[in-house]
């Protein structure tokens, strides 16, 4: 799963002209955002056509997590066409995360 950071956020996700982008924000001290890792890189390969995903460290990138509030980690936000249009808070398993993105995919 690729990382992003406030540099390259802009061109990785608000700029995706084909998917929705679900952005993780997480932090390496998080424990339920490495409960979620393999499940969002599970995703990201068997969903590659429909749904790009990345992560965004929020200690090395702290300007975006605070533009879009992000108040705790794991925090995922779905972007479609650089707007935000799906947020959720909290590891989850890979059939709940589906459902949830049901609506966005």
Known sequence: MAEVTDADFEGEV????DRPVLVEFTADWCGP???LAPVLSELAR???DRLKIVQLD???SPKTAIAYK???APTMIVFKG??????????RAKR???A??????
């Open 82 to 91: 650089g707007e935000p249009v799906k947020q959720m808070v909290g590891a």
């Open 46 to 48: 068997e969903e590659a």
């Open 100 to 105: 949830d993105l049901a609506d966005v995919l």
């Open 58 to 60: 929020v200690d090395r």
């Open 96 to 98: 709940k995360l589906l």
């Open 14 to 17: 608000l700029r995706e002209p």
């Open 33 to 35: 955002c490495r409960q």
């Open 70 to 72: 992000v108040l705790s």
